[in-house]
Nanobody
Framework: QVQLVESGGGLVQPGGSLRLSCAAS????????MNWYRQAPGKERELVAS???????YHANSVKGRFTISRDNTKNTLYLQMNSLNPEDTAVYYC?????RGQGTQVTVSS
């Protein structure tokens, strides 16, 4: 069955970087459209970035130029490289594929 496992979250100072990983099983990431979402306490879920099966990418305006979605087909893993982090990026981040989602990983940006 489909399984998505995120990792890479943590506490980082403003201006810092993190790389989130989403290890996939039960399907091939190179043949699937996948997304990164985030949800902060008291806020609605936000689509952060997407990658199509063909490799086209989308990044939300709030993260454009700072975050980059990518995938490694050999590792069957989705990534989200996050640079120039600020406190507004604090949230639980999770990956999705179709109706499937992982458990999420907490990202906290604070000095």
């Amino acid at each position: 069955q489909v399984q998505l496992v995120e990792s890479g979250g943590g506490l980082v100072q403003p201006g810092g970087s993190l790389r989130l990983s989403c290890a996939a099983s039960g399907f091939t990431v190179s043949r699937a459209a996948m997304n990164w979402y985030r949800q902060a306490p008291g806020k609605e879920r936000e689509l952060v970035a997407s990658i199509s099966a063909g490799g086209s990418t989308y990044h939300a305006n709030s993260v454009k130029g700072r975050f980059t979605i990518s995938r490694d087909n050999t590792k069957n893993t989705l990534y989200l490289q996050m640079n120039s982090l600020n406190p507004e990026d604090t949230a639980v981040y999770y990956c999705t594929m179709s109706q499937n989602r992982g458990q999420g990983t907490q990202v906290t940006v604070s000095s």
